[in-house]
């Protein structure tokens, strides 16, 4: 058999074999299901109006955009975020239910609330994406004779009874913000507990209480008119949207750094190919001018991390809290 006809036999052979195989591998995408095909429903264990519910709007409207179908928001609030969570840690794996996680239910009650969880969020939670990181303002009535944060600490020490902050529930980045400033100020402030951050706000704003902190979307609009006189940011440098206002760091209160961090998270069993779309999908709607824009306006610092980037972050932010919530010997009550 003469070496031409060998080489155009194999020739022939191995087109077959590739075009066997290239339609073998069409035929095998064609059969992988179109995700999402359906509505995706995102649940956000806030109130609405609160700033993780507004982000999770604005990111939702542009997802169902991206992808053509409904993106249904839903509030379940509770138990200081915890029903919302657990709501997700229990639903199907499917890619068509995800958590807009708050820090609270996935860094700080495991250890707050320790021996009473209903979920586990390492085994029962996969995170997708850190979205945003917001953090508080720390605000005084215009009663109150403080301009920045040495002259409250200062106050604090002199008379304890005189400084008192309102917390819209245990774990939240304003509980959390007082008590580490109790810690490393070495002061006594009182905390005023509400049943909402709403009524915190509204008593805050009317002087009910000396010290208002809360996220940066929520007190901008009271800081311009005045209503409020801001002395410090708790994040680790100065946001764009408030410029003239110092960080706390900078008022020589070291690694004072405390944000109400955003992101995805989905249930646990949820597929890799899903999860890494989701993420994906998040940057990029994220990156958008838009959406950027509208969010970097709210004094909140846009990311859309990888899945990896997340879980190592909120590994990190567990340990933070619950070494301050021990020394501060922070309760659930």
């Given at each position: 058999?003469?070496?031409p ?5 194999l020739?022939?052979?191995?087109s077959?074999?590739l075009?066997?195989?290239?339609l073998m591998?069409?035929v095998?995408?064609?059969?992988q ?7 995706v429903?995102?649940i ?26 409904p993106?249904?928001i ?11 969570t657990?709501?997700v ?8 239910t995800?958590?807009y ?5 996935t860094a700080?009650?495991p ?13 029962d ?7 945003t990181k ?13 301009n920045n944060?040495?002259e409250?600490i ?15 529930g ?5 509980h ?5 400033l ?9 905390s ?8 915190m706000?509204t008593d ?6 000396e ?21 410090g940011?708790?994040?680790?440098a100065?946001s ?10 900078e008022q020589g209160i070291?690694d ?5 961090w955003?992101?995805f998270m989905a ?6 190919p ?9 940057a990029a709607?994220l990156?958008t001018?838009?959406?950027n824009?509208r ?5 909140t ?11 190592a ?6 340990a933070?809290?619950?070494e ?8 659930p009550?």
């Amino acid at each position: 058999m003469k070496l031409p006809f060998l080489l155009t036999r194999l020739f022939k052979t191995t087109s077959a074999a590739l075009v066997a195989t290239s339609l073998m591998f069409s035929v095998a995408a064609e059969a992988q299901p179109k995700w999402p095909d359906k509505t995706v429903k995102l649940i956000v264990p806030a109130p609405p109006g609160s700033a993780p519910d507004t982000q999770v709007r604005l990111i939702g409207q542009k997802l169902s955009e991206r992808w053509g179908q409904p993106v249904v928001i839903e509030n379940v609030v509770g138990a200081a975020g915890n029903i919302g969570t657990d709501r997700v840690a229990k639903a199907a794996p499917d890619g068509y239910t995800f958590l807009y996680n708050t820090i609270g239910p996935t860094a700080v009650n495991p250890t707050l609330m320790a021996g009473k969880m209903p979920y586990d969020v390492e085994k029962d939670l996969i995170p997708v994406s850190l979205a945003t990181k917001t953090p508080n303002f720390i605000t005084v009535h215009p009663s109150v004779p403080v301009n920045n944060m040495q002259e409250l600490i200062a106050l604090a020490k002199k008379d304890p009874s005189k400084v008192r902050y309102g917390t819209p529930g245990p774990g939240t980045t304003q509980h959390l913000t007082g008590e580490l400033l109790n810690l490393v100020a070495g002061i006594k402030m009182t905390s005023i507990p509400y049943k909402s951050s709403a009524q915190m706000t509204t008593d805050g704003l009317g002087g009910q209480f000396e010290v208002l902190i809360h996220n940066t979307p929520v007190l901008l609009p009271y800081i311009r008119s005045n209503a409020i006189r801001v002395i410090g940011i708790t994040s680790d440098a100065r946001s764009p949207a408030q410029p003239e206002v110092p960080t706390v760091i900078e008022q020589g209160i070291k690694d004072f750094e405390i944000t109400a961090w955003f992101g995805f998270m989905a249930p646990a069993g949820t597929p890799k190919p899903i999860v890494d779309q989701l993420s994906k999908d998040v940057a990029a709607v994220l990156a958008t001018p838009d959406v950027n824009k509208r969010i970097s306006e709210m004094a909140t610092e846009v990311i859309g991390s990888t899945p990896e980037f997340y879980a190592a972050f909120v590994k990190s932010e567990t340990a933070k809290w619950k070494e301050v919530i021990i020394k501060a010997k922070m309760t659930p009550d």
